[in-house]
């Protein structure tokens, strides 16, 4: 594959002209790597905050907007459904616009969704500017790692991806601590208005720091009818995915999705081959290594994500939690991510990705077991040391898997990389909870009757049962109004045992994925393109 000459925009208007970057020879701010990753962290923390932070908001919309849970659901459905679905398609835009360009009006339309959201007096208003949260979050992120590749040499690159990942793992993880602290002392509407200062900030480092640059045959169409059905069998399969714990796994509509979802990809797999540039060229897969990384990514997404979708829970519901407390619980896990991101590029770059990525996954998949052995009164210090294990784990696969994608792509397809990877950790993000909320729906309707009628309690009707097993899946204990007090503490032990039932086989399914992806961080190898955006340049 032959390496691309980068190429910056630099002039006004239809006259520009395009020159070779030479990164070591920005002057000033402008072009300048390290403030260009200082932007990009900047815009990209928004996108990854929001993926966790509205989750310790959702019970004040609920009640303030007198929505149902179902609504609340869509709170962050709607969100993650259009970022998963538009992010291959954002990166291909990036590749053919600039990344610049892409970037800074995903940061104006970001901020501008989060302010309109605060402003919201309905769940139905909420929920639409979410999803457009979600489209325009996904022009940020792909355009993010395009301009990193674009502006770091080799030498330096697995670095600013360390640091790239630690501000996203960190985001993540740190969305309930920064809820928290909202939620309780200011409003539910102060999670999403806390992004309109942030996106003026991007918007402004991005204007004056940000280059455009462009590889020499950097994509001049587009192949609409690929976009068409890249998008439909992204939505088909994010929809059964979303849908599948009310439908049922076994149902005919979450399997006619599926089925809808793999004829779309057969469909689009079969128009690449006959496009003449098309949205993602299949030879890009040739590539044993960027491959493995995007498997990589789905598998540790549906560790990570499903693991921590479970947690919040049991911080809060069982061991009766404030949201600021429950947050703090989670410091050890965003402190090791916050350390380990920069640390493991370093060790990345020395030793290649393959040990260290089957290394992180390894001590995932510890962390997951050891998440699987908590129960009701399980002290902070044990606690902590799962999550703790669990960023540690973490950190070095979101960096290298990251770098293995990106870096084993030619430059002109730098964005749709991005893309991919970002697409990936969306779906692993869907599947883990979707999966492991699926195991723990089922172990919680076998054992909870159960258990309900060993602890002497009255017998429920099929349809109390149902309900009282939807409350306990997240913890809560199924007590109606007027319940006698003998039995409130009678009906909290049995919900909570069940939950934490749940919980466990959950974890155990998640550290199993984790050790399957050991074997897959076996395949990968340091990225062959990574060098082709600003050369060796000496930073």
């Known amino acids: 594959m032959t390496s691309q000459t980068t190429l910056d925009k630099t002039g006004p208007g239809d006259g520009a002209s395009l020159t070779p970057s030479d990164p070591a020879s920005a002057q000033g701010l402008r072009g300048h790597p390290w403030f260009t990753l200082l932007t990009v962290a900047v815009g990209v923390m928004m996108v990854a ?18 929505a149902s849970f179902a609504d609340v659901q869509w709170i962050t459905n709607g969100y993650f459904l259009a970022l998963a679905v538009s992010l291959i398609t954002a990166g291909k835009l990036g590749d053919r616009f600039g990344h610049r360009q892409t970037f800074l009006i995903g940061v104006v339309g970001f901020a501008a969704a989060s302010g309109a959201i605060g402003l919201s007096s309905s769940i139905a208003a909420v929920v639409a500017f979410r999803v457009l949260q979600g489209l325009f979050g996904a022009l940020l992120m792909p355009a993010a790692l395009g301009l990193l590749r674009a502006t770091f040499p080799a030498e330096k690159l697995n670095m600013a991806i360390g640091i790239w990942g630690m501000v996203i793992g960190a985001s993540t993880a740190g969305g309930p601590i920064l809820g928290g602290v909202l939620v309780e002392n200011v409003s539910w509407q102060s999670v999403f208005f806390i992004n309109v200062p942030v996106g003026v900030l991007a918007l402004v480092l991005g204007v004056m720091i940000l280059l455009d640059h462009r590889a020499e045959n950097a994509p001049r ?21 979303i849908k599948a714990p009310e439908w049922g796994w076994g149902a005919g509509q979450t399997w006619a999705f599926v089925g809808a979802s793999l004829l779309c990809f057969a469909l689009f797999a079969f128009w690449e081959t006959r496009v003449s540039e098309p949205l993602i060229p299949l030879t890009l897969f040739r590539s044993v290594a960027l491959s493995a990384g995007v498997v990589l990514m789905v598998l540790m997404a549906i560790a990570f994500m499903g693991g921590l979708f479970f947690v919040t829970f049991y911080l809060q519901n069982v061991h009766g939690m404030s949201p600021i407390d429950a947050g703090l619980h989670l410091l050890p896990l965003t402190g090791m991510m916050i350390v380990g ?3 493991a590029g370093a060790l990345i770059t020395k030793l290649g990705p393959r040990v260290p990525l089957a290394g992180g996954m390894a001590v995932t998949a510890l962390a997951m077991y050891g998440m699987s052995t908590l129960e009701r009164d399980t002290g902070s210090g044990l606690m902590s040391l799962w999550f703790a294990l669990l960023g540690l784990g973490l950190a070095p696969v979101m960096v290298g898997a990251t770098e293995v994608i990106v870096g084993n792509a030619p430059m002109e397809l730098s ?10 950790m969306q779906i692993g993000g869907s599947l883990g909870t979707a999966v492991l909320g699926a195991v723990m729906a089922s172990k919680v309707d076998s054992d909870l009757g159960g258990n309900w009628t060993d602890a002497g309690l009255p017998r429920l009707t099929p349809d109390q049962l149902d309900q009282a097993s939807e409350a306990v899946q997240v913890g809560v204990p199924p007590i ?5 007090e003998q039995l409130v503490g009678k009906i909290t032990d049995v919900a909570h045992d069940t939950f934490i039932s749940g919980m466990s086989l959950a974890s155990l399914v998640a550290a199993g994925v984790a050790g399957v992806a ?14 082709a955006g600003a050369g060796a340049a000496h930073i």
Request: net charge negative; with cysteine.
């Open 49 to 66: 905050l929001d993926g966790t932070i509205v989750a310790i908001a959702n019970p004040a919309i609920q009640k303030d907007l007198d």
């Open 221 to 241: 169409s587009f192949d609409l009818l690929g976009i068409a059905l890249l998008s439909a069998a992204m939505f088909c399969l994010v929809w059964a995915l």
């Open 341 to 343: 991101s920069p640390l």
């Open 415 to 424: 964005g749709v990389a991005g893309g991919l990877q970002q697409a990936a």
């Open 480 to 484: 109606a109004p007027n319940t006698p």
């Open 518 to 531: 050991v074997l897959v961080a076996l395949l990968t190898k340091r990225g062959a393109n990574a060098g």
